[in-house]
């Protein structure tokens, strides 16, 4: 049984331009949560998704950011006009009885 | 304000001592307490969780103590190892409606374990 896989495990990208990170949950895993950890920092929860349905986006930034969990494919967190202050790691987790397993993370280098 | 206080920062140990890390919450309504172990460009991984029911969980060599009255809990590592050198979180949440394990997390111990 595959983990929680997470591409491009690393991705640079210019001021200005869009980064789109990508989350395949477990299998049979409907529940996916994205996570940012800032250097020698904890993880800050960003975004609750369900299929089709974003439950709890009380930590995602007003602007730029996005996420979606479509019926078919992966979730994705998607970056519109980084700066470098988006320079982080960012995980994705999904969950199954309440307990979160995290994918490797996809680390984002804004020049 | 850190809703999760983690102490201490970096941690060193021998091999075969007892490695302790604290935390404490102020969040009287978290109901779920695991710890995470994080290698280097490596994803967390849980390593064990308590609900407040219990005061102490073991598995293997990792055990957490839970203070519900001090709001704090702690973890133990047991023999530690040089390959338990790593990044130790702990964190805590609340069961939200549709089971949003929205967790909230300490900053981190930093554990180095000499052979």
């Known amino acids: 049984n595959a983990g929680v896989m997470q591409n491009p495990r690393h991705l640079v990208r210019r001021r200005g331009q869009e980064a789109r990170l990508r989350c395949s949950p477990m299998k049979g895993h409907s529940h996916v949560y994205w996570y940012r950890q800032l250097p020698e920092e904890g993880l800050k929860f960003m975004v609750y998704l369900q299929k089709e349905n974003i439950i709890d986006e009380s930590g995602m930034p007003k602007e730029r950011f996005s996420a979606e969990f479509p019926k078919e494919g992966p979730s994705i967190l998607r970056i519109q006009q980084v700066v470098r202050g988006d320079s982080a790691a960012y995980f994705c987790?999904?969950?199954?009885?309440?307990?979160?397993?995290f994918g490797e993370g996809s680390r984002l280098t804004v020049l | 304000q850190q809703q999760v206080k983690q102490s201490p920062q970096s941690l060193i140990v021998q091999k075969g001592g007892i490695s302790i890390i604290n935390c404490a919450y102020e969040n009287t309504a978290f109901d779920y307490f695991p710890w995470y172990q994080q290698f280097p460009g490596k994803g967390p991984a849980l390593l064990i969780a308590i609900r407040p029911d219990v005061s102490e969980k073991k598995e293997g060599r990792f055990t957490i103590s839970f203070n519900k009255s001090a709001k704090q809990f702690s973890l133990h590592i047991m023999d530690s190892q040089p390959g338990d050198s790593a990044t130790y979180f702990c964190a805590a949440s609340r069961a939200n409606a549709g089971n949003n394990r929205k967790l909230i997390w300490g900053l981190g111990t930093s554990l180095a374990v000499n052979p």
């Open positions: 987790a999904s969950s199954y009885r309440g307990e979160l397993f």
